[in-house]
């Protein structure tokens, strides 16, 4: 069933976390990883200064805010339910104008993720992930969703291949238009 208006998602449960819309309060938690050098490493942005880091959430929460039935951009507090500490955090959009290189459908959504490298290994970002990927094809009702990842990061890429991701699109160091001028590869899942 498709989204119909701009309510605000329900949290997700998953077997061992929470997903759950990111709010004002969250700033504080996620500065502990957003501004981790070895957690944005092969991020678009590095590590972020508080200021940076409250007005990436501010801009996150007004989009949302912003979001309705045909267009939407979500950020997602990704926690652990045993303990309700946040450990990473998700994003899923969809956008009319989506950012260079490379155009994508409208019934398509895009989705990212990061997590604390802390919990790095422990098949945490493959279930946030999971249920994100669920999310889009059931309740947004997106056709195809993408994921870029820059070449090097491996578990990333592993991650998206084991959630039935494939390569669609390479872009060179030349066609960088953002972060940190390395080769990536945009990847596809289509409904089915």
């Known amino acids: 069933m498709a989204a119909t208006g701009n309510d605000t998602p329900v949290p997700l449960l998953t077997e061992r976390l929470l997903l759950r819309p990111l709010t004002a309060d969250d700033a504080s938690a996620l500065l502990r990883f957003r501004a981790h050098p070895a957690a944005t490493r092969y991020l678009s942005h590095g590590p972020l200064t508080p200021a940076q880091n409250r007005a990436r959430l501010e801009q996150a929460l007004t989009a949302a805010a912003a979001s309705t039935a045909e267009w939407f951009h979500f950020g997602w507090a990704i926690e652990l339910r045993a303990t309700g500490e946040v450990v990473g955090d998700g994003r899923t959009w969809n956008t009319e104008e989506p ?94």
């Open 99 to 192: 950012p260079a290189p490379g155009r994508i459908p409208a019934a398509s959504a895009s989705l990212g993720y990061v997590l604390h490298p802390d919990h790095h290994g422990l098949g945490l970002g493959r279930e946030a992930a999971g249920a994100l990927v669920d999310w889009l094809f059931t309740v947004r009702g997106s056709e195809t969703i993408f994921a870029g990842v820059y070449e090097p990061n491996l578990p990333s890429r592993r991650l998206l291949e084991g959630l039935g991701f494939q390569k669609d699109r390479f872009f060179p160091v030349a066609e960088a238009t953002a972060g940190k001028q390395l080769p990536s590869w945009r990847y596809r899942l289509d409904r089915g």
